[in-house]
């Protein structure tokens, strides 16, 4: 068996951190035209101008010049982590300052992808509460109808949020934590604790809107991913429907 | 009109707490979404909703050119919370209430008008990336 030559180790190793660096990036919710050029980036700054790398939401394919197979990772879980994702944006910064090796770099990286989320689910559904409170008052709600919103908010956002631990349906989270926010805001104006049923179902809905994906669908068709662009924008778009379709069931009941 | 800048402060805010960003750049997410939603608050009694939601959106995503600029982020950070007040969360509520009620006619009405504004956010973030680009070009 022939020992691998230190040269060819070093691409390896160059080559663990790109993929590592694209895959943290990817799984977090990054735009896949940012993890291209971060993946490409990195490559360069190591040494290796001639990299490729292709990225769609779910699969990562990249390839250097050398006589080196080319790498293929399936993304299956995506969420979204901006710190993360700033994280990322940080270390191949810094491998392109020549601040850092890629064999440094990929240690670094290790951490961040075992990192804890930057908010605990908590303080996430808690700022989905108030968030949803606010936007009754911003759809010029009364203030009357705050504090039903906050409530509806709450349970919709922990819904979602528990359910898609437990379900590995895709958009069945949205749909039920949608049926819930209906349920709770019919509740309240059937028992005049809510005065505007429209509104309150609005504002708590909001935080289950899709809009990082909308953002990202937007700009990855702005940079020409056509691929990426357009599954994005059907995932937002089925997402939407969902939550469409948990608030309809309320309502045709009403 | 204080109320309105508060509760989309606190909005923004939050959304920047769902999303996970970074703690040290929360403050600047809400103050893209308070800017963006003033924007839109002062203009959409004045000028064509859809009008007023691309000027809005323009604005949001040339403050978060500048954030990503001073504080080396990406610039989804700050403009997905500065963009999410001006989703049309309305329109597409009344929208698809009227399409349960078996109102189809108000219920596409309101579904395209829906469109167009998710449309014209779309617009204002490419405007804005352009303006930006064009500016880098032009100092360089």
Known sequence: ?254 | MLAQLITSFIASVGFGIIFNAPRRSLLQCGIAGMLGWMVYVLLYTHIDPIAATLIATFIVGGISQIFARIYKTPIIIFSVAGVIPLVPGGLAYNSMRNFVENDYAAATALAAQAAMLSGSIALGLVLSEVFNQMIRRAAR
């Open chain 1, 1 to 254: 068996m022939e020992q691998p030559s230190t040269f060819s180790r070093a691409i390896n190793e160059i080559m663990d951190t790109c993929m590592l660096a694209g895959q943290i990036m990817l799984q977090s919710g990054a735009e896949t035209y940012r993890v291209e050029d971060t993946m490409t980036r990195i490559a360069v700054a190591s040494g290796m101008p001639g990299a490729h790398s292709y990225v769609t939401p779910t699969a990562i394919m990249f390839s250097t010049t050398g006589a080196e197979s080319a790498r293929l990772v399936r993304i299956d879980e995506r969420t979204t982590d901006l710190h993360k994702i700033a994280q990322v944006n940080d270390i191949s910064r810094r491998i392109s300052s020549g601040e850092l090796t890629a064999t440094e770099a990929y240690t670094l990286l290790k951490v961040i992808e075992a990192g804890p989320q930057e908010y605990t689910p908590w303080m996430k559904m808690i700022a989905a509460a108030l968030a949803s409170g606010c936007f009754t008052i911003m759809f010029q709600g009364s203030w009357y109808d705050f504090l039903p919103s906050v409530i509806a908010g709450f349970f919709g956002y922990t819904t979602m949020l528990y359910l898609h631990k437990w379900v590995q349906v895709k958009f069945f989270a949205e749909l039920s934590a949608a049926f819930c926010i209906g349920l709770l805001a019919s509740i309240f104006t059937e028992f005049h604790i809510g005065r505007e049923l429209d509104k309150i179902i609005i504002g708590s809905v909001m935080p289950l809107v899709p809009g990082l994906l909308i953002t990202n669908a937007i700009r990855d068709l702005m940079a020409g991913h056509l691929v990426s662009g357009i599954s994005k924008g059907a995932d937002a778009l089925l997402t939407a429907f969902a939550i469409g379709a948990g608030v309809a069931i309320i309502l045709t009941f009403m």
